[in-house]
C-alpha cells in the first residue's frame, strides 16, 4: 500500500524558513512526478512546485518562484520542499503527491496527482 507522509510544518515569521519532507512508502518515489500543493480554507487546492520522474524537469507558480526549492533523495524515497523568504500569504496546508507528470501548469493539476498525503499546517506569521 503506498504512503505518502509530511512533516515539517509549524509556525514562522514572516521572511523566515522551512523544510516540509514527505516521507513515501509503498512505492519508489521516482516512479512519480512529485507535487507540492497547498490550501487554505474556501479555495482550491493549488500546486505550487513539482518535479519530474527523472528530476529534469521542475516547474514552480509565480507566487513561489525563487523563493520554493523541490528536492528528492531517491535513496531515502523522501521528496522536500524548501521554503524560503516566507510571506503571510504562502500560509496554509501543505500537501505532497505522486503524479504522471511536473508540467508548467502545476497550479492547476490537482485532479491528476494520485496518490497524497495527509498535508501539514504552514503558519506565518508575526
Known amino acids: 500500500q503506498v504512503h505518502l507522509v509530511e512533516s515539517g510544518g509549524g509556525l514562522v515569521q514572516p521572511g523566515g524558513s522551512l523544510r516540509l519532507s514527505c516521507e513515501v512508502s509503498?512505492?519508489?518515489?521516482?516512479?512519480?512526478?512529485i507535487g507540492w500543493f497547498r490550501q487554505v480554507p474556501g479555495t482550491e487546492r493549488e500546486g505550487v512546485i513539482c518535479?519530474?520522474?527523472?528530476?529534469?524537469?521542475?516547474y514552480d507558480s509565480d507566487s513561489v518562484k525563487g523563493r520554493f526549492f523541490i528536492s528528492r533523495d531517491t535513496a531515502k524515497n523522501t521528496a522536500y520542499l524548501q521554503m524560503n523568504s516566507l510571506k503571510p500569504e504562502d500560509t496554509g496546508v501543505y500537501y505532497c503527491?505522486?503524479?504522471?507528470?511536473?508540467?508548467?501548469?502545476?497550479?492547476?493539476?490537482?485532479?491528476?496527482?494520485?496518490?497524497w498525503g495527509q498535508g501539514t499546517q504552514v503558519t506565518v506569521s508575526s
Open positions: 509503498g512505492t519508489p518515489t521516482d516512479h512519480w512526478a
Open positions: 518535479i519530474s520522474r527523472d528530476n529534469y524537469d521542475i
Open positions: 503527491a505522486g503524479g504522471p507528470l511536473c508540467l508548467s501548469t502545476i497550479e492547476t493539476m490537482a485532479q491528476q496527482y494520485a496518490i
